[in-house]
């Protein structure tokens, strides 16, 4: 291969300076970082390990206050995200114990009120107070100052000066042998204050409801007069209607207006009575609790199906649902979701209610295999009709006045002439006549082919391009991933280039760079018979060395490509080269792109801290004990704003990063992800990479980043009706200013999560009005327009707003403000945040739109009843809440990661799926029956699995079937299923291909190939698995559902009273 070396600087002005410069407003910690860590008021008492017994000793005084103590003293596989690395040499200290997903108790809720809102940058810091009243337990007291129960974490009892062990929730009444590890062990602690609500005692049971209601009261409380207990250990009825088990208070079924959709729990009978006086409780029923299982499954038989969008403020079916959309008018729920679909008429309204109003975009989803793409209108010279005050595109709403010469448009209630070309007569009704013969007269969703107008410098654009960047330093030589890479690239990924629907091949040209201290060059013109090396060596001031032959459609260079692929490898065998670059790599390939005009995507495969004399050089600056602490945002936030800088230089020539990552050690994910996430791109993890291992998840997850429909050089604007606006944005990507959301490139996978305000009252006959305008380049270089229009009703009752709010995409947009807290603040203000405004919305429902009913029972609202358990699960979840059993970039990558999801993704990541498997319908294909994830669920005889979209587990129990074993693993027993391979045999057997069938059916759902981890009860990783059993107690201490539930209600009464 001939080979030219250049160096010194040819042309282009000298880098920015890497270091030492202030935070930029896009990424920095908030302006003071010093000082003591405020929550440390008050006794503490650190405890480490997990709780020992049911009882525990009695002179703990509480939980922990703050996280600077002493975690729990178990360390955690070394990745979050892939589970335990297969072999055990390199990575950290055995799998000694669990991680935790929480950091810590929420001491306190008496938190100063605080702000949900931040400025328009991706992560800023917030800007305004956003009141949040609420109390909460006093931080530094000893447990007997709370009435009910404890704070919702807490590693072992509190002290208690009763004689003997306080009441607690124990396992079920039975014979006790030793508590199952996923039995909540809180020990309630009596009030010591004349408030009447003592510790739950008795079982949550419930009634069946009269037919006219749809209210759910549960009753924690001796057993209520008139009702006969039902025998021992019956299930509850489907349907969400429970009787009481043994011991249980009654089902209050509640005088409410039919329709009305709540859910009661009763605590306590003896109200205002010390609990010392009753006789030993019994536990809290899980089973009486809300079940998310039951939710999905009502969902899935009542909603699925053909789901049609007109008529406003319909609110859809879940993104469980397997639904197909029929769009008439309103976009599809895939494109487009609100957290409520009928709007509070007053702001007054709506602050009381504390529902946050929000919306969850993805312009570009993938639909279902039977709905059709939104269709493309091209209406030549004139472009897209719009109205000339506030530049909303023509849509179904817009009424055409003046015998169709003008349209009165629904957002701001101009009028527009319209255009000469454009017109059509009205019909009797005042539509136009050509209606249906118009998709933007309506459809929710549609394309319009974009003018020059709408190009910069008023130049149509060049198809994009993708440059693949290989780092070839040692480390990537040695782990096999350079032979990987080249082997594969051209005939597994490059074949897959994304093209529009109907062409022949795709029109992205490619383009090939290695690089460790330098950077390689690649000629692969058709014209050559081999390919051309040149070495850009003077990384202060990088430039791209040819413009001609460097970018090439694949198609045209097939030979040259091949033959270079196949040479790497061999080039790079003797690397002895450690220090890699970054900074010029990302700086070549952004001005490989500029200087052709186009634009496109790099993939980046790095391998280690860059710490190489060069423009964005890093230093090592990795402290895992700060996490969970005050300081974390010390690590949390990018070092210095060379990454940040370059990001936002990338999305002004559209030119999107996607990280490849595979690290033995530290690489500072804070700092270096600030490029993926400012231009819309991805960041993927493999620790301690060894291709034999991880190849098979690597090579998926690039086959998936290339293939997967894309729109590069994107501008989203979100256009409201009068009276509302959105305010706030989430997700990964820029914004130079207040209104428009500026993305390199955005897949089907990513979405952005919007917040909206109230400016002025509503009117509910007139509704409001949403539309998502998203102006972007195809994968064959077309300017287009994608528009999703959404309607909504208005409201000036309460029940109306409580009965049509999406939970999922509430808890999608309160986890996004949760991480974007999480870089302004310390890690209890953000459990109070979440905890409070949890609180402050169920008991806003229970004072204005509950019947009156005792201050014992907890009343929640049909279509948030799941609201206190996805609450918890935010809190206990390792991106926002991961204490220093994970590692910090760790942390980074899945704050990145939940920063772009879209609702589908959110769902289960919070909430894992677990399937059993031991029990399959072997010639049936449809996926077993979700359980609840708790441990008290599996069985000793079972296999389940286990996914949350990034990880996925197989736990087989003590006893499970040889046969089942030997049918899917060819081994006699458990014992001998080697679990570091993580790829499962296909057997001949119907079980193997069943087992086999329901994983790729998984993985196909999920934007990330996950990888199997096998765990075997009682092994080394089974506190890992049990990491994702989130109803259960966590062993940092974070809290379970039930205890969860009881501290919300104890807020709630807080508030009430």
Not at 372 to 400: D, S, T, W
Not at 911 to 929: A, F, K, N, T, V
Request: with cysteine; charged share 15%.
């Amino acid at each position: 291969m001939g080979s030219m070396h250049l160096s010194g600087p040819l042309r282009g002005q000298h880098p920015m300076g890497n270091q030492g410069h202030p935070q930029s407003s896009m990424a920095g910690p908030p302006s003071s970082m010093s000082g003591p860590p405020s929550s440390m008021t008050g006794p503490q008492t650190n405890m480490q390990g997990p709780p020992h017994s049911m009882s525990g000793p009695p002179n703990m005084s509480g939980p922990p206050n703050s996280m600077s103590g002493p975690l729990s003293s178990m360390s955690g596989p070394p990745s979050s995200m892939s589970g335990p690395p297969s072999s055990m040499s390199g990575p950290p200290s055995s799998m000694a114990g669990p991680p935790s997903s929480m950091a810590g108790p929420p001491s306190s809720m008496a938190g100063p009120p605080n702000s949900m809102m931040g400025p328009p940058s991706s992560y800023g810091p917030p800007s305004g107070p956003h009141q949040m009243g609420g109390r909460g337990p006093p931080s530094g007291h000893a447990q007997q100052q709370m009435g009910g129960p404890p704070p919702s974490s807490m590693a072992g009892p509190p002290a208690s000066s009763l004689p003997g062990p306080p009441s607690g929730f124990g396992p079920p009444s039975g014979p006790v042998g030793g508590p199952p590890q996923g039995a909540s062990q809180m020990n309630m602690g009596p009030p010591s204050g004349p408030m009447n609500m003592g510790p739950p005692s008795g079982q949550m049971g419930m009634a069946q409801p009269g037919m006219n209601t749809s209210q759910n009261q549960y009753n924690y409380g001796g057993q209520q007069p008139g009702m006969p207990p039902l025998p021992g250990g019956q299930q509850p009825p489907m349907g969400g209607q429970f009787p009481p088990g043994p011991g249980q208070g009654q089902y209050m079924s509640g005088q409410t207006s039919p329709g009305y959709g709540q859910q009661n729990f009763n605590y306590g009978t003896n109200q205002g009575q010390r609990p010392m006086a009753q006789p030993p409780q019994k536990r809290l029923d899980p089973n009486q609790m809300p079940s998310p299982i039951q939710v999905i499954e009502d969902d899935k038989n009542n909603k699925s199906g053909i789901f049609q969008t007109q008529g406003r403020g319909i609110v859809p079916p879940l993104v469980t649902t397997d639904f197909t959309t029929q769009d008439q008018g309103n976009s599809n729920p895939r494109f487009l979701r609100s957290t409520m679909y009928n709007i509070p008429c007053t702001s007054d309204m709506m602050k009381s209610s504390q529902i946050p109003f929000g919306l969850t975009i993805t312009p570009f989803a993938r639909l279902h295999e039977s709905e059709h793409p939104p269709p493309i209108m091209n209406l030549g010279e004139i472009g897209p009709v719009r109205c000339k005050r506030c530049k909303a595109y023509m849509n179904p709403y817009m009424q055409f006045i003046d015998g169709g010469r003008r349209f009165q448009c629904v957002f701001c209630g101009a009028a527009t002439d319209v255009p000469q070309e454009y017109f059509n007569h009205l019909d009797h009704t005042g539509r136009r006549v050509d209606s249906y013969d118009r998709p933007e007269l309506c459809l929710g969703s549609y394309e319009f082919v974009a003018t020059k107008d709408y190009c910069k410098n008023g130049t149509l654009p060049n198809s994009p391009a993708f440059i693949f960047m290989i780092d070839v330093s040692y480390n990537s030589v040695k782990s096999g991933l350079v032979h990987l890479i080249c082997q594969h690239l051209k005939d597994d990924v490059l074949v897959n280039l994304p093209r529009e629907i109907g062409a022949e091949e795709s029109e992205i040209q490619v383009g090939f760079v290695t690089y460790s201290k330098e950077l390689h060059f690649y000629n692969v013109k058709s014209s050559l018979a081999q390919p051309q090396m040149l070495v850009v060596s003077d990384l202060e001031d990088v430039f791209v060395p040819l413009l001609d032959g460097f970018l090439v459609k694949l198609s045209e260079s097939e030979a040259v490509i091949d033959s270079l692929l196949s040479q790497i490898p061999g080039m790079f065998a003797d690397s002895r080269e450690t220090e890699v670059v970054l900074g010029p790599v990302i700086q070549a390939g952004l001005d490989a792109l500029k200087s052709a005009d186009r634009a496109g995507k790099l993939f980046i495969f790095h391998t280690s801290l860059p710490i190489a004399e060069a423009p964005g050089k890093l230093k090592n600056r990795d402290d895992r004990k700060l996490l969970g602490t005050e300081k974390e945002k010390t690590i949390l936030t990018p070092q210095g704003n060379f990454y940040t800088k370059l990001g936002q230089e990338c999305v002004a020539a559209g030119c999107c990063v996607d990280l490849f990552l595979f690290p033995n050690s530290y690489m500072d994910l804070a700092s270096m992800g600030e490029v993926p996430r400012l231009t819309g791109g991805n960041v993927y993890k493999y620790n301690y990479f060894q291709a034999d291992l991880e190849g098979e998840r690597f090579l998926s997850d690039l086959k998936k980043t290339v293939q997967r429909p894309i729109a590069f050089d994107a501008i989203m604007r979100v256009r409201t009706s009068t009276g509302i606006r959105p305010v706030d944005f989430y997700g990964n990507f820029y914004m130079s200013n207040t209104t428009d959301v500026e993305l390199a490139a955005i897949d089907c996978d990513q979405a952005v999560t919007v917040d909206i305000k109230h400016d002025d009252k509503l009117n509910e006959t007139e509704g409001a009005y949403i539309q998502v305008a998203t102006l972007y380049t195809s994968v064959s270089g077309q300017r287009r327009l994608r528009i999703h229009n959404l309607s909504l009703n208005c409201c000036t009752q309460m029940a109306d707003l409580f009965r049509n709010c999406e939970l999922d995409t509430m808890i999608n947009l309160m986890a996004k403000q949760a991480i974007r807290n999480v870089l302004n603040h310390n890690p209890k203000h953000v459990r109070e945040e979440i905890m409070t405004q949890v609180s402050n919305i169920l008991a806003c429902y229970r004072k204005n739109c509950a019947s009156p009913s005792s201050a014992g029972q907890l009343i929640l609202p049909e279509c948030m009843k799941l609201l206190p358990l996805y609450g918890n699960c935010i809190l206990k979840s390792d991106g926002i809440q991961g204490g220093s059993d994970i590692s910090t970039d760790d942390r980074s990558y899945l704050m990145l990661m939940i920063n772009s999801m879209n609702v589908r993704a959110s769902q289960v990541f919070f909430y894992p799926r677990l399937l059993p498997l031991h029990d399959l319908d072997e010639d049936g294909d449809s996926m077993p029956s979700a359980i609840r994830c708790s441990v008290d669920r599996l069985e000793e005889n079972g296999v389940y699995l286990l996914e949350n979209g990034v990880s996925m587990f197989m736990w087989i129990g003590h006893n499970a079937s040889p046969e089942w074993i030997q049918n899917v693993f060819g081994v006699q027993s458990a014992a001998q299923v080697d679990i570091d391979k993580c790829t499962l045999l296909v057997l001949d057997t119907p079980t193997s291909k069943r087992v086999n069938g329901i994983i790729q059916k998984i993985r196909a759902e999920r934007s990330r190939y996950m990888k199997l981890t096998v765990v075997r009860q009682r092994d080394k990783l089974e506190p890992w698995f049990n990491h994702f059993l989130v109803e259960d107690k966590g062993l940092s201490g974070s809290a379970s559902y039930v205890d969860f539930l009881c501290h919300i209600h104890k807020e709630i009464r807080n508030l009430l009273s």
